[in-house]
């Protein structure tokens, strides 16, 4: 059973236009989720996080949303750029110091 | 952050024979965690490292298959042993610092023909 969910594998975008990438959880004893963006040849590298006491975090074009009732998180990227191109992907941590829980991946492609 | 040496960057092995995958930190942390990317899926974590003690495999993954070795607190190695071409995913190494954030190796992407 797959705890953390990203439904959509692939979604392409406009430049300069905003990206929304989703992503549901069914573990509610998560309480850190992450977002990871990685190229092709090279390991994830970590993007934005959330702890599931805020609802919001941001940092510069990049916002993630949480929505606890809801269990889903969201990533949104304003306005988006052909080298946000990559799959990105959503994770989750039940606590500290434990290894993620990761999605399956969005391939995000921002056609210029 | 963290720097993460990880090694081969990819490889193409027989089946029937055996890979290590190095990964080197360069700082010392008590666990390192191995992930497997197969196509199309999420990142799977096989097993936990933790210096000093036999390594942690996750449901589905054995050590006789995956046998890990974590002789100090910034080395380790994952052996793909007896490989078919089920085995042919891409590999990653992880750390965890504060707390929460991980960071990966640039992986070993493993093609078994």
């Known amino acids: 059973d797959q705890q953390v969910k990203q439904n959509s594998p692939s979604l392409s975008v406009q430049e300069g236009r905003i990206s929304i990438l989703n992503c549901d959880y069914t573990?509610?004893?998560?309480?850190?989720f992450l977002w990871y963006k990685k190229y092709p040849a090279e390991g994830p590298t970590f993007l934005i996080s959330?702890?599931?006491?805020?609802d919001k975090n941001e940092d510069g074009r990049f916002t993630v949303f949480l929505n606890k009732s809801a269990k889903h998180l969201s990533l949104h990227i304003v306005p988006s750029q052909p080298g946000d191109s990559a799959v990105y992907f959503c994770?989750?941590?039940?606590?500290?110091?434990?290894?993620?829980?990761f999605g399956k991946g969005t391939r995000l492609s921002v056609i210029a | 952050s963290a720097v993460i040496s990880q090694k081969p960057s990819r490889d193409i092995c027989q089946r029937g024979t055996s890979l290590t995958i190095q990964c080197q930190v360069d700082?010392?942390?008590?666990?390192m965690f191995w992930y497997r990317q197969q196509p199309g899926q999420s990142l799977t974590l096989i097993a936990t490292?933790?210096?000093?003690?036999?390594?942690?495999?996750e449901s589905g993954f054995v050590i006789d298959k995956f046998p890990i070795s974590r002789p100090n607190l910034t080395f380790s190695t994952l052996t793909v042993s007896n490989m078919s071409p089920e085995d042919s995913s891409i590999y990653l190494c992880?750390?965890?610092?504060?707390?929460?954030?991980?960071?990966f190796g640039q992986g070993t992407r493993l093609t078994v023909v």
């Open positions: 490292a933790n210096q000093g003690s036999e390594a942690t495999y």
């Open positions: 992880s750390v965890v610092r504060a707390g929460y954030e991980a960071f």
């Open positions: 994770a989750a941590s039940e606590r500290g110091n434990t290894p993620l829980v």
């Open positions: 573990n509610s004893m998560f309480d850190y």
């Open positions: 959330i702890s599931s006491i805020k």
């Open positions: 700082s010392q942390v008590t666990m």
